[in-house]
Nanobody, 127 residues
């Protein structure tokens, strides 16, 4: 089992940048596929980005491609989300998620595929 704690959220002006971090407990972090999701008020939780446990496979939602970068440091049990060129529509609570993965290339896209979640961190982008 793994416990996840997000940090790095805050208030930023449009065009600005933030870096979210997700620290994981447990000795098997390197065997987990990881992802970031977000949820704005009144909306369903949506996929943002995912990374395989090897770090070699990545994918992004179309809405953030070219602006967001997901990465991980298995030695530090941490996954990151670098967010550049932020827009007001990026405002949401951002959640880190983890799932055990059989293969080092595995990426999951659905919230239901991730059994482990952090508490979320608020990102607010002002116009």
């Amino acid at each position: 089992q793994v416990q996840l704690v997000e940090s790095g959220g805050g208030l930023v002006q449009a065009g600005g940048s933030l870096r979210l971090s997700c620290a994981a407990s447990g000795r098997t972090f390197s065997s987990y596929a990881m992802a970031w999701f977000r949820q704005a008020p009144g909306n369903e939780r949506e996929f943002v980005a995912a990374i395989s446990w090897s770090g070699g496979d990545l994918d992004y939602a179309d809405s953030v491609k070219g602006r967001f970068t997901i990465s991980r440091d298995n030695a530090k049990n941490t996954v990151y989300l670098r967010m550049n060129s932020l827009k007001p529509e990026d405002t949401a609570v951002y959640y880190c998620a983890a799932a055990t993965a059989r293969y080092y290339t595995t990426i999951y896209y659905l919230a239901g595929q991730y059994p482990y979640w952090g508490q979320g961190t608020q990102v607010t982008v002002s116009s």
